[in-house]
């Protein structure tokens, strides 16, 4: 992509935003009133807003290789605690895609430097849920359901936060777990039952008082 075409796409951008609302930019000013965190992978292919139709203003976004949630990262449990706890959003989404790279480096025996550490959290979902996949003959098909299930426990990392607990027993936030299938582009909805999860997790995991 030419660098210079950029910036003729953003003056192209902003012409047609105020041939629709002259004060569109006056408003976007004013500040930020999400009802949704989105937590999703950097991938190139994968645009958070784009897949999802929504406008600037309307999700919160944090994204990473392979749309991790590891309770050591500041980064990720920075963006989450403010979101639950200065945006009030109302709902946190961890979105992961069909045919992730990110995944896919994580089964591999492979030295990745820098990545190493990163991945094995991936890593670690594969043990957790090793018997499944060991089952699964067809390599893709088993990518494709380790991307499910990164999902579902990068979920569960989210419910380990404290902020988060709080925000659930208050029933004012609800999690998600979705895939974005990449090659047709539907979102889909894991239906992960949530509530027993924080039932099962809570007896170790609880950081948040029922007061």
Not at 25 to 43: A, H, M, R, T, W
Not at 186 to 200: A, C, G, M, P, Q
């Amino acid at each position: 992509m030419d660098i210079s075409k950029i910036f003729e796409n953003n003056k192209v951008w902003i012409a047609n935003k105020l041939s629709v609302d002259k004060d569109y930019f006056i408003n976007l000013g004013k500040g930020q009133s999400p009802e949704v965190l989105y937590i999703g992978c950097s991938d190139s292919r994968v645009t958070a807003e784009e897949l999802m139709g929504a406008n600037p203003g309307e999700v919160f976004v944090h994204r990473n290789i392979a749309n991790m949630v590891p309770n050591t990262d500041l980064n990720v449990m920075s963006v989450i605690n403010y979101a639950v706890s200065n945006l009030k959003v109302k709902h946190v989404v961890i979105c992961g895609h069909y045919s992730c790279g990110g995944v896919k480096a994580a089964m591999q025996s492979e030295d990745l430097g820098l990545l190493n550490p990163w991945l094995r959290n991936i890593r670690d979902v594969y043990r957790l849920h090793r018997v499944e996949l060991g089952s699964i003959k067809d390599e893709n098909k088993k990518y494709d359901r380790l991307v499910e299930l990164n999902v579902q426990e990068q979920c569960v990392n989210v419910m380990k936060t404290a902020v988060v607990q709080k925000a659930m027993l208050e029933k004012r936030i609800t999690i998600h777990g979705w895939v974005w299938d990449i090659h047709n582009g539907n979102i889909v909805d894991l239906k992960i039952d949530f509530d027993k999860i924080l039932e099962d997790i809570r007896d170790i995991y609880h950081l948040s008082s029922d007061k």
